[in-house]
């Protein structure tokens, strides 16, 4: 983790201040990811229920600062199968929701992990929607150094609070990550646009083509210019929407 001075447009996004300000470029080793936070996060252990009703682990980096909070949810899904199988056992007999087809191709029963993975990130986007009070300004598909995922912004209807969000699916992790403000501050994108992906050792990474989770994972670019993993730790430039 180190300090870093975010320029006077995104400190008046973070924290509707002009003057400078440092903030925390924090790192998480145990959900390999990085991102900058207006202060130390705070860090609680949670669950998260999926689409098809899984229980699945999942932490939450939370800062609230004011009016202001900033939010990102990990839920893993690698356990997904085994939680999903087990939780089949104690369906009613010949409830198709748990028992379905059994052959390994299915994805009905006990197979609705494949669904509840592929589908992951559409139904963060669709729970982030409906909110209440909350409406949707902006939904489209985006990628952070080539992780492709859904970007959303949001009104809050009664206060006028403002939401950008972005969720990603990163080596069978779910990342959630929210930075919602006050009326009349501007959009708080670039919570969401600075977080990155670490490999086993820490060093952030850069894919060279779109990684789509669950299909071969394409090559990727460190700094210096090296692929799969040489050459040190790959810079924040060129993130984003390529």
């Known amino acids: 983790?180190?300090?870093?001075?975010?320029?006077?447009?995104?400190?008046?996004?973070?924290?509707?201040?002009?003057?400078?300000?440092?903030?925390?470029?924090?790192?998480?080793?145990?959900?390999?990811?990085?991102?900058?936070?207006?202060?130390?996060?705070?860090?609680?252990?949670?669950?998260?229920?999926?689409?098809?009703?899984?229980?699945?682990?999942?932490?939450?980096?939370?800062?609230?600062?004011?009016?202001?909070?900033?939010?990102?949810?990990?839920?893993?899904?690698?356990?997904?199968?085994?939680?999903?199988?087990?939780?089949?056992?104690?369906?009613?007999?010949?409830?198709?929701?748990?028992?379905?087809?059994?052959?390994?191709?299915?994805?009905?029963?006990?197979?609705?992990?494949?669904?509840?993975?592929e589908g992951a990130v559409i139904h963060a986007t669709w729970e982030l929607m409906q909110r209440p009070n909350e409406k949707p300004m902006y939904l489209g598909w985006t990628n952070m150094n080539l992780v492709e995922g859904h970007m959303l912004n949001l009104v809050n209807e009664k206060d006028k609070s403002r939401t950008s969000a972005a969720i990603y699916m990163h080596e069978n992790k779910l990342y959630i990550i929210e930075g919602t403000v006050p009326a009349g501050y501007p959009v708080p994108d670039f919570f969401q646009q600075s977080v990155g992906w670490l490999d086993e050792k820490g060093t952030e990474i850069r894919y060279l083509t779109i990684y789509h989770n669950g299909f071969p994972k394409p090559d990727v670019r460190t700094q210096g210019g090296g692929q799969n993993g040489a050459g040190g730790n790959a810079g924040r430039g060129g993130r984003g929407n390529q």
């Open 1 to 117: 983790m180190r300090a870093i001075v975010i320029a006077a447009t995104a400190l008046c996004t973070f924290a509707g201040s002009a003057s400078a300000q440092e903030y925390v470029e924090f790192k998480s080793m145990q959900d390999r990811f990085t991102i900058v936070f207006p202060a130390q996060p705070k860090i609680t252990d949670s669950t998260y229920t999926s689409e098809f009703k899984s229980v699945l682990p999942a932490r939450i980096y939370s800062v609230d600062q004011g009016n202001s909070h900033f939010k990102v949810t990990v839920v893993d899904y690698n356990n997904i199968q085994a939680i999903a199988t087990e939780k089949a056992k104690a369906c009613p007999p010949g409830a198709e929701a748990c028992s379905g087809n059994t052959g390994a191709g299915s994805s009905t029963g006990a197979g609705y992990w494949k669904p509840d993975i």
